[in-house]
């Protein structure tokens, strides 16, 4: 799974490359009629797929466990964060991310309870293509990316350091744990994403 999502970036940074923009064409979005494609290909995915699965786990999964699962998940992202504020140069950023780290996973059964929170640890969730925006790297134009949605390149390239450091997908777990461990991810940050998409569905114009 880690390979071919690494195979979809490099293959959509690729297409990026070789597009041809009009002179006319917005220099934020100078790929609107293939991020529209991509776009109408992710939606499609989307209503068929991963919200009919995301709205059953919602309904089905009591609440207390989607909270665990949660929780889990942050904590693994914290370590990232932790790397990522270290970066960039955020000292209290970064201590208060590895406190998390290691308060959660220590005391809160790795991660299954948010104690950290309790204590007043705040989360400081910070990715690569936010280092890279710190260290001076331009957003550069907008991109639709499939299944992984609108990006800009500078996040599309931060996204491929993300994946490769992520515990979740490390290239050592076994194959049949890594890939429930992504699938619950996936459908998890789905669901958490129901509540608000009617919100943006008014709210969008285009």
Known sequence: MKQLLSRLLIAASLVLVGCATSPMANPKDPWEPMNRK?????????????????????NVVPELIQTGVRNVFNNLSDMWSTVNNALQLKPIHTVESLGRVVVNTVFGIYG????????????????????????????????????????????????TADMMTDPVSHPNRDEALRNSLQATRLIHVRA??????RVIEDAATD
Do not use: C, M
Not at 38 to 58: C, E, M, Q, W
């Open 38 to 58: 991509v776009a109408s290909f992710n939606d499609t995915i989307d209503d068929n797929v991963l919200k009919p699965v995301a709205t059953g786990y919602r």
């Open 112 to 159: 299954i309870f948010d104690v950290a929170t309790y204590l007043k640890l705040e989360r400081h969730p910070e990715d690569f293509g936010q280092t890279l925006g710190y260290w001076g790297v331009g957003e550069g134009p907008y991109v639709v990316l499939p299944f992984f949605g609108p990006r800009t390149v500078r996040d599309t390239a931060g996204l």
């Open 192 to 197: 958490e994403l129901l509540p608000a998409e």
